[in-house]
Nanobody, 127 residues
Framework: QVQLVESGGGLVQSGGSLRLSCVAS????????IGWFRQAPGKEREGVSC????????DYGDSVKGRFTISRDNAKNTAYLEMNSLKPEDSAVYYC????????????????????WGQGTQVTVSS
């Protein structure tokens, strides 16, 4: 069964850090682009970051550039999102998903091509 499971969310103060993990099962991660997305209550889903299948190329949303870092360990079938300098506006449910595509030009990781979404992990940043 193809599955992605996120973990690592929690409650953190503004300026703090969290590291999210996305563990894949039922398939081999190294053939897939992995994306992180988030959705806050009453807001549309937002693309946060994505990483190409071998990890050589990454992309970030403007709101997280310079603060978040995406990475992957294909040997562990796991992708990560390191989040630093967190702000209250980063509060959301964070999801990971997989895609066959990573384009050269923006949008590099269109959300409509992602599938096998995880159940999400809640991140809450207090002011």
């Amino acid at each position: 069964q193809v599955q992605l499971v996120e973990s690592g969310g929690g409650l953190v103060q503004s300026g703090g850090s969290l590291r999210l993990s996305c563990v894949a099962s039922g398939f081999t991660l190294d053939s897939w682009t992995i994306g992180w997305f988030r959705q806050a209550p009453g807001k549309e889903r937002e693309g946060v970051s994505c990483i190409s299948s071998k990890g050589g190329t990454t992309d970030y949303g403007d709101s997280v550039k310079g603060r978040f870092t995406i990475s992957r360990d294909n040997a562990k079938n796991t992708a990560y999102l390191e989040m630093n300098s967190l702000k209250p506006e980063d509060s959301a449910v964070y999801y990971c998903a997989r895609s066959h595509y990573f384009y050269r030009d923006p949008p590099k990781c269109p959300a409509e091509f992602f599938n096998s979404w995880g159940q999400g992990t809640q991140v809450t940043v207090s002011s």
